[in-house]
Structure formats: structure tokens, C-alpha cells
Nanobody
Framework: EVQLVESGGGLLQPGGSLSLSCAASAFTFNGDWTIRRSRQAPREEREGVSCITSEHAITVYADSVKARFTMSIDKSKSTLYLQMNSQEPEDTAVYYC?????????????????WGQGTQVTVSS
């Protein structure tokens, strides 16, 4: 069965850097696929962060992170990485990854998608 395991979260001070991993076991990279990163701050709705597809096109949804966050994928390890630099208190949130067999980072109403458990990132001085 497909399982997404997220790791790398933690507590850090403003200006620090953190790298998050999303290991997708039993997930195949044949045909169409999309892996999305999102986050949810306390008392806020979930917000899209970044996305990569089988076309190897990377989308960064939020303007606030475009210059600071970098997404990469190692298909040999079935792992997606999110490098987050210059962290700010506003980046505090639970970060999620989700994967599915489609190929559009802007696809809406995706019903068949696998989700990780989320990992907490807290930026505070």
C-alpha cells in the first residue's frame, strides 16, 4: 500500500533553515503523478506551498516562500525534499505532503490522493 512518511520538522529561530522529507513507499512513478506540499497554520486553512509532477515541472504556490523554499525529488529513494531557508515565524505550521496519479499542480477536486501524517515546524525566538 502507498504510504507517505514525513519527517524533518522541529523548532528553530528566525533566519534558520530546515529540510523536510516525504518518503513515498509503494508509490510508482510510471505515467502521471503529482506530489504536493501544503501547510496549515494554527486557526488557518490549509495553504498550498509547492508541487511537482511527472512532467518534472515545479510549482511554488505562495509568493511568500518562492525565494526561500526549494523542492527536489529523488525518485531512486522515492523521497521528496523541501529545503526551507530564512525561516520566519509566519512559516510556523504543520507541513503535509500528498501524492496522486494525476499530472496537474492546479488540479481541483482530487478525490484519490494519498496523504502523509504531517510534520510540525515552529519558528520562534
Amino acid at each position: 500500500e502507498v504510504q507517505l512518511v514525513e519527517s524533518g520538522g522541529g523548532l528553530l529561530q528566525p533566519g534558520g533553515s530546515l529540510s523536510l522529507s516525504c518518503a513515498a513507499s509503494a508509490f510508482t512513478f510510471n505515467g502521471d503523478w503529482t506530489i504536493r506540499r501544503s501547510r496549515q497554520a494554527p486557526r488557518e486553512e490549509r495553504e498550498g506551498v509547492s508541487c511537482i509532477t511527472s512532467e518534472h515541472a515545479i510549482t511554488v504556490y505562495a509568493d511568500s516562500v518562492k525565494a526561500r523554499f526549494t523542492m527536489s525529488i529523488d525518485k531512486s529513494k522515492s523521497t521528496l525534499y523541501l529545503q526551507m531557508n530564512s525561516q520566519e515565524p509566519e512559516d510556523t505550521a504543520v507541513y503535509y505532503c500528498a501524492a496522486g496519479y494525476y499530472s496537474d499542480c492546479w488540479e481541483k477536486d482530487v478525490n484519490d490522493e494519498y496523504w502523509g501524517q504531517g510534520t510540525q515546524v515552529t519558528v520562534s525566538s
